[in-house]
Nanobody, 127 residues
Framework: QVQLVESGGGLVQAGGSLRLSCAAS???????????MGWFRQAPGKEREFVAA????????PYADSVKGRFTISRDNAKKMVYLQMNTLKPEDTSVYYC?????????????????WGQGTQVTVSS
């Protein structure tokens, strides 16, 4: 009944760009604009890491320090979509990227706050 599906991952050279998308569907998202959304990433052997989040109306957009100035999160509530524009990519950005959704009242960088998760999309940045 609830689905989050990421797309847009792939191979890119260091310094390049990728745009990730997350499509939401299901009864849970009939009022999509009330959901706070987030992007996380996890590389092999590492813990899941917060990347960025966005409030339901798009006003609050916290970022991890490692991606500030390079990544931009946005959303289109009419399309039930969340995006992550990734510029000036670095090899250390290589990871599986996941989108997540929560009905929590505040935007959170904590994975535990999120209720729904996508399957992930691989991003590989070569030097």
């Amino acid at each position: 009944q609830v689905q989050l599906v990421e797309s847009g991952g792939g191979l890119v050279q260091a310094g390049g760009s990728l745009r990730l998308s997350c499509a939401a569907s299901g009864r849970t998202f009939t009022s999509y604009n009330i959901y706070n959304m987030g992007w996380f990433r996890q590389a092999p052997g590492k813990e899941r890491e917060f990347v960025a989040a966005i409030s339901g109306g798009g006003r609050n957009t916290p970022y991890a320090d490692s991606v500030k100035g390079r990544f931009t999160i946005s959303r289109d509530n009419a399309k039930k979509m969340v995006y992550l524009q990734m510029n000036t990519l670095k090899p250390e950005d290589t990871s599986v990227y996941y989108c997540a959704a929560t009905r929590g009242t505040t935007v959170s960088a904590a994975a535990e706050a999120y209720d729904y998760w996508g399957q992930g999309t691989q991003v590989t940045v070569s030097s």
